[in-house]
């Protein structure tokens, strides 16, 4: 299997392609694209896009290896899933062999991607540092806030949830290329 995660700029030109995409990433249209090694990093890569913010983001499963420089049957299916992503409310699509499975893993991914981009910056903090391995006491200590107030960030962010939908969606996107 092939994935590749696909994002162009939602307005001006970006002067380059986003670190999330790593040194891989080749232009695609407007935008760029990068094949990820696997289901769970090309929904890090996703993470990565909404909350840097300003990207319309494609995802693309196809059945097979394509070569490393992202060329072959992934590279249309990240051009197709973005274009699609630029007629939809969360600029998020996902393309792939298995339709079912693909609109499958958009709908998860795009439930995510809403999900993050109402995170408030405070409540990033409190996920960050969860995330990396702290404690919430260890979070509190670190932001100095309560830990109940740790614990009030995380809830108000969907802490929980994204670490539900995360490997729904990788396993969607496993299934997508069919």
């Known amino acids: 299997m092939s994935l590749a995660v696909a994002c162009a700029?939602?307005?001006?030109?970006?002067a380059g392609p986003p670190s999330v995409l790593g040194p891989d990433a080749r232009p695609l249209g407007e935008?760029?694209?990068?094949v990820v090694a696997d289901a769970p990093a090309a929904v890090d890569a996703v993470v990565g896009l909404v909350r840097a913010g300003g990207w319309r983001i494609g995802v693309a499963a196809t059945p097979g290896q394509?070569?490393?420089?992202?060329g072959g049957p992934v590279a249309l299916a990240?051009?197709?899933a973005l274009e699609a992503a630029s007629r939809r409310p969360a600029?998020?699509?996902?393309?792939?062999g298995d339709?079912?499975?693909?609109?499958?893993?958009?709908?998860?991914?795009?439930?995510?991607?809403?999900l993050l981009t109402r995170r408030s910056p405070a409540a990033w903090a409190a996920a960050d540092l969860v995330a990396a391995g702290a404690t919430r006491s260890a979070a509190a200590a670190a932001?100095?806030?309560?830990?109940q107030a740790v614990a009030q960030r995380l809830a108000a962010g969907g802490f929980d949830l994204e670490h539900e939908l995360r490997p729904a969606a990788a396993r969607l996107l496993a299934r997508t290329a069919g």
């Open 9 to 14: 700029p939602l307005t001006a030109a970006a």
């Open 31 to 34: 935008g760029w694209a990068a």
């Open 66 to 70: 394509d070569a490393a420089d992202g």
């Open 78 to 80: 990240a051009r197709r």
């Open 91 to 96: 600029r998020l699509a996902v393309r792939g």
């Open 99 to 114: 339709a079912e499975a693909a609109a499958d893993a958009q709908a998860v991914l795009t439930a995510l991607a809403v």
């Open 143 to 147: 932001l100095g806030v309560s830990r």
